[in-house]
Nanobody
């Protein structure tokens, strides 16, 4: 089973940009659709963005549309989340997750990463 490792979390200021990476452990990565989720302190985990196995389809939570971009490089077994114009409300632990179907559904996710912390100061 594929394993996922996130990286790139940091403490940044409002308005800054940051790119998160989600790297897979093996070549089966190309068979999975990947989603990014986040969990803010005291809140439930929420969907942020998703990408199909080929990268041909993407979707976003409304509050990040126009600011975040999800992409993937299957040769590098990596999915990226480019985050621009970050806001304090974007603060949270960001997780990537693997699902065999698109769009990503939390109920069908097979694998979760361990998360990476993003903190946006005002």
């Amino acid at each position: 089973q594929v394993q996922l490792v996130e990286s790139g979390g940091a403490l940044v200021q409002a308005g800054d940009s940051l790119t998160l990476s989600c790297k897979a452990s093996d070549r089966t990565f190309g068979r999975y659709c990947i989603g990014w989720f986040r969990q803010a302190p005291g809140k439930e985990r929420e969907f942020v963005a998703g990408i199909s196995w080929s990268g041909g389809a993407t979707d976003y939570q409304d509050v990040v549309k126009g600011r975040f971009t999800i992409s993937r490089d299957n040769a590098k077994k990596t999915v990226f989340l480019q985050m621009n114009n970050l806001k304090p409300e974007d603060t949270g632990v960001y997780y990537c997750a693997a699902d065999r179907e698109y769009p990503i559904r939390p109920s069908s996710i097979e694998v979760w990463g361990q998360g990476t912390l993003v903190t946006v100061s005002s």
